[in-house]
């Protein structure tokens, strides 16, 4: 099989100018047989797999800490204030989560592992339905504003300790299973345009309209993509288990972590790691801790996610109701056409445009800060003089969606990492924990961005009542309306410039930094 991606650019066509020349119907019937070939190939050497796999990540709303915390806020009346408190307490938890994972993977086979990701995937999808039907308990909207907000906490952390113990697998999966930089390329690839297509096309379709009007029939929707979803992530996770059986498991899937060296009481039958060995992982975990080129790659990613963040957290509603001015139904329209426009459109292009740099072998590290930098201080202008128009402020939020430009870098960049220590350590433990350190770390500076920028809202004082709870039992239709209208009114001058603040310079600022970085 062609070992190209089905959806890439064939560099042969590309003339000395760069321009493509225009391909024969003979041509176009050979490049759909070979991105056919090609695709089979990947389905039977599971790098297919290990992408369904993370479907589930895509559409469960407990993944999506933003949508449907924006849900909450704005249309059930929760309190930024004590959701930012359930966002502080996750940072303890996830890392207990994740030691718990680490505890459990370490020496673990692949066929083991599967358990662990099948817990997670449930436990995820468990947690996320209860979050897309919020119940009534109490008459007094005040009340049911403070049980939702300690609602969505509780049911919040379940969901991220469930998603840890669910994304500790698939990283094995994409050690073991996926031998070299290149497949695991191709995986991101296939795993970015599911993120694309679910993420922001789907799922984010459906989270607007709950953010609109959460109607029954909303949620019944949403619930059955996140249960499709994870239907596909447990197909996907079964290549765990044919391969963990199979008898090349020993050339594609070790069964162990390469440790050569076992305690006294392992050679007596006891599985578990000697203190020797366990203080040797230790030692390892700490100096790959301290990787300058791992937290380069961090930081430059972390920059660049403050644009999502403020779009799909309650301060993205709060930009287009309070510095825009618009009404409820057009914040839903204007922010799915951000969503199609940047995170659908921008997003499926820069991913095969990166992809396409690194398959013709150029400096990718040179090209993507130069874009990303002049999207980030054309965005930062428009916003700052045109932000106030609904035109104007489209085009300058869907200019700062410059994510997944970056995010195809970061990636790449990170498997060459991991390609690295394995040449150099000659083997694959380290690959293995230099995984584990980099989600722990990730997961540790999102949780941060999540609360510092939640806490701010709440700092300011910011609050929308559930309009309905209040409009409920009483005969005049104008009441939520009148709800609405008077909630946006009241959002303070001092909500209004942090959010406005948060746009022009924060995340522009945010995108320059991480470019200074990749140079």
Not at 173 to 197: G, Q, W
Not at 206 to 223: F, G, I, N, W
Not at 462 to 481: K, W
Not at 506 to 511: D, E, F, I, K, R
Request: proline fraction near 3%; include cysteine.
């Amino acid at each position: 099989a062609a070992k190209v991606l089905p959806f890439e650019v064939d560099a042969g066509n590309v003339g000395s100018g760069g321009m493509s020349t225009a391909p024969s119907s003979s041509s176009l019937s050979l490049k759909f047989h070979a991105a056919l070939a090609a695709f089979r190939a990947d389905c039977e050497s599971g790098i297919v797999h290990v992408s369904m796999m993370g479907f589930q990540q895509e559409t469960v709303v407990g993944s999506m800490v933003g949508p449907i915390q924006s849900v909450y806020v704005v249309q059930f009346g929760a309190h930024a204030r004590i959701l930012s408190d359930y966002l502080l307490l996750t940072l303890p938890l996830n890392f207990a989560a994740s030691c718990v994972a680490v505890a459990a993977l370490v020496g673990a086979s692949l066929r083991h592992s599967w358990s662990l990701f099948m817990l997670g995937c449930w436990m995820s999808l468990v947690s996320s339905i209860a979050l897309t039907f919020p119940p009534r308990l109490n008459s007094t909207p005040e009340a049911q504003a403070t049980f939702l907000s300690n609602y969505f906490g509780v049911l919040f952390v379940l969901a991220s300790v469930g998603a840890k113990l669910r994304d500790y697998p698939l990283s094995l999966a994409r050690v073991y299973l996926l031998p070299d930089t290149i497949s695991r390329a191709r995986e991101h690839a296939y795993t970015k345009l599911c993120s694309v297509m679910l993420g922001n096309a789907i799922t984010g379709g459906l989270m607007l309209s709950m953010l609109a009007r959460p109607t029954r029939s909303v949620q019944l929707a949403l619930a059955a993509l996140q249960c499709i979803s994870t239907l596909i992530s447990v197909a996907g996770a079964s290549a765990l288990r044919r391969l963990g059986d199979s008898s090349e498991t020993a050339r594609v899937a070790p069964q162990r972590f390469d440790l050569e060296e076992r305690s006294s009481g392992e050679a007596n039958g006891d599985t578990k790691p000697g203190l020797e060995v366990r203080g040797r992982i230790f030692v390892e975990l700490c100096t790959l801790a301290a990787n300058s080129r791992l937290w380069q790659l961090l930081f430059v990613v972390w920059c660049s996610g403050f644009i999502t963040t403020l779009n799909s957290q309650c301060t993205g509603a709060i930009y287009w109701s309070a510095v825009v001015g618009v009404g409820d139904h057009m914040r839903s329209v204007f922010i799915g056409l951000q969503s199609v426009l940047g995170g659908g459109l921008i997003g499926f292009v820069t991913t095969l445009y990166v992809t396409r740099l690194y398959h013709t072998k150029v400096q990718v590290s040179s090209i993507v800060p130069r874009i990303v930098s002049v999207g980030a201080i054309f965005g930062g202008l428009v916003l700052a003089v045109f932000g106030t128009t609904c035109w104007g402020a489209l085009c300058g939020v869907t200019s700062l969606y410059l994510y997944y430009l970056v995010a195809g870098w970061y990636n790449i960049e990170f498997l060459k990492l991991l390609d690295t220590l394995s040449t150099e350590q000659d083997g694959d433990s380290s690959m293995v924990y230099m995984l584990l350190v980099k989600d722990i770390a990730s997961g540790v500076l999102d949780s941060l961005r999540n609360i510092v920028l939640l806490w701010l809202i709440a700092s300011t004082g910011f609050y929308e009542p559930d309009c309905s709870a209040r409009c409920r039992g009483l005969a005049d239709p104008a009441c939520i309306p009148r709800c609405r209208a008077e909630a946006r009114a009241s959002v303070s001058p001092s909500t209004v410039s942090l959010v406005w603040a948060l746009y022009v310079f924060v995340a522009p600022g945010a995108y320059l930094i991480a470019c200074w970085i990749m140079w």
